[in-house]
């Protein structure tokens, strides 16, 4: 089936365009897709992260919420709660109480702390300026270049539309034969060939996920930057009037002078009331604003974790009870849903954990078709009317590319296993743990940008992966004693799925390179010869003698 073919002129720009605008954002769209699937799970990763909160679920509703905030109190000397505080309740995946606030030193400096309780004792398992464990949290805010000081989120943003920009091109490149294609592909021939069958075809199986992880990227992380013009064009540059169009709660005001009352509402009646209402929903967050005064507010946002449009918030006056603001999940306007929508679609929270999984399977498939992007951007360009300096050029931003990409792997395996060496109760343990991940990742890279052979490259990065996979299980039964026999009889199904995962990776990447990278197949052999073909033609062309490097290429293959 042939679909009508555009004109040359367009079709030679969609081509360059589809071409430049993916060879530039690669290695930068790779690792936004790499973290993005893991960090996919950084709920359920906790448990695992965390052994504290290896302990048996408490109902939410049985936590008493005002005596957490009486023991944050009395633990946090400067604990303000006139400034915004919530607490995050109990849930299956974490299964501790979370309460987020700020403090303020006697120099008048506000900073945030993170104090940790066991709902069942209500003991207080860490607070200070930083959580004690912070691996996946790491992991989800590389996937959006947090750690690139300022400019890393609209970075991200701007890596999503221009992620955009390849999609729509590279369907009107293909759109002729795309059917065709699709329906073509196979693992025999010529690599460029293979590589380019699986980049169209696996491309198109994962188009809708695409556009909407470009559309949902570029919007999240270009925010500021799409609110201006509409700040400047509907509400004479107030950008407060923008956000109070998706939430209403932020146009509330408060008096920093107003009088303190002590027989305000709690925040356990506000719970009891808004779950009474809503039974259908989880509560997700319970938060204040100017807590012990007559203008303070408490607030409670609920998600049903089901629909796409089953989150919801509600803010109550703290000297009254009464409701100030909502958005009920049936009946908010779109301007008040869109923002949340945003975010289900971008973090998959709307189907459970089998939407996480399919999520995370599209996006390992969006980094197979960005790795065979790269490769066909090389072999296009391995060609006798290309001079020795151009190639060897292609090779080398190949090779930079593939260094970078495929190092994530074993660096990734690497986070997993530092998060257990380096032990809860050192001090600044979590940029302990972030330096290992990030300087093993350099170093790796370092490494690859050695091994000139793409094969040999992508073989040593699977192995060295599979290897520190495998030993991810092993210590963190010897640091926890949690063997993953033990975490399946126990029913500590989340810290199972962990190291049951690991495992069959690790055995996996050992299987492939035992039986299919460790090994020369025809289609290297063909291409051996063939690049010797053409590297005897190009010395033709510049009138030099050819050197019998054949039979070596062979053997040495």
């Not at 190949?398 to 074993?410: G, H, R």
């Not at 010897?478 to 495992?503: A, C, E, M, P, R």
Request: one cysteine or more; hydrophobic letters at 45%; a neutral charge.
């Amino acid at each position: 089936m042939k679909l009508k073919a555009l004109k040359p002129r367009l079709y030679n720009a969609m081509f360059h365009t589809h071409t430049v605008s993916g060879i530039v954002i690669s290695f930068a769209l790779f690792v936004c897709f790499y973290a993005g699937a893991v960090a996919l799970f950084m709920d359920e990763l906790y448990q695992w992260e965390n052994p504290a909160a290896r302990i048996e679920h408490v109902d939410p509703a049985t936590v008493d919420y005002d005596k957490v905030i009486s023991i944050v109190n009395e633990n946090a000397e400067n604990f303000d709660k006139s400034l915004t505080f919530g607490i995050a309740p109990p849930t299956e995946a974490n299964p501790l109480v979370t309460l987020y606030g700020r403090d303020k030193t006697e120099e008048g400096k506000l900073t945030f702390f993170t104090a940790i309780l066991n709902p069942n004792t209500y003991d207080v398992i860490s607070i200070g300026d930083e959580p004690s464990t912070h691996m996946a949290r790491t992991i989800y805010e590389l996937h959006y270049f947090h750690q690139i000081p300022v400019v890393g989120l609209y970075l991200s943003g701007f890596v999503a539309f221009f992620f955009l920009f390849a999609v729509i091109t590279g369907v009107l490149t293909h759109w002729k034969n795309i059917v065709n294609k699709f329906y073509a592909f196979t693992t025999k021939g010529k690599w460029k060939q293979i590589w380019t069958n699986g980049h169209i075809s696996l491309g198109l199986i994962t188009l809708p996920f695409q556009v909407i992880y470009a559309v949902t990227g570029a919007l999240l992380g270009l925010s500021i930057l799409l609110l201006a013009p509409s700040a400047i064009l509907m509400y004479n540059g107030d950008t407060t009037e923008v956000v109070k169009a998706a939430r209403p709660d932020a146009g509330i005001k408060y008096d920093e002078n107003a009088e303190a009352i002590d027989d305000g509402v709690t925040f356990n009646s506000i719970y009891d009331k808004v779950s009474a209402a809503y039974p259908e929903n989880n509560l997700t967050y319970i938060y204040a604003t100017n807590y012990g005064k007559e203008d303070g507010t408490i607030g409670v946002r609920v998600n049903d974790y089901k629909s796409i449009g089953g989150e919801g918030i509600f803010v109550y006056g703290y000297n009254d009870g009464q409701l100030k603001e909502a958005i009920e999940p049936e009946t908010r306007s779109y301007a008040k849903g869109a923002y949340g929508v945003l975010i289900k679609l971008h973090y998959a929270t709307y189907g459970g954990i089998f939407l996480k999984i399919i999520y995370f399977l599209l996006a390992m498939i969006t980094c197979y078709i960005i790795i065979s992007g790269i490769m066909i951007w090389r072999t296009a360009r391995d060609k006798p009317n290309y001079t020795d300096k151009q190639r060897r050029f292609h090779h080398r931003v190949t090779k930079f590319y593939l260094a970078i990409t495929l190092s994530m792997f074993p660096a990734l395996a690497l986070i997993f296993i530092a998060n257990k060496l380096v032990l809860l109760a050192m001090e600044g343990r979590v940029p302990i743990v972030n330096s290992i991940f990030f300087i093993s990742w350099l170093i790796l890279t370092i490494l690859g940008l050695f091994w000139n052979d793409y094969r040999k490259l992508n073989r040593n990065y699977i192995v060295l992966g599979s290897i520190f996979g495998l030993l991810i299980p092993i210590v963190n039964g010897v640091i926890t004693g949690d063997w993953i026999w033990n975490s399946l009889v126990n029913k500590q199904y989340y810290v199972f799925s962990v190291d049951f995962t690991w495992l069959i990776i690790g055995v996996s990447g050992l299987l492939i390179n035992r039986y299919y990278l460790n090994r020369p197949s025809k289609v290297d052999k063909a291409e051996i010869v063939e690049r010797e073909i053409i590297d005897v033609q190009a010395r033709k062309l510049a009138k030099e003698k050819p050197a019998p490097v054949l039979q070596n290429a062979i053997k040495s293959k």
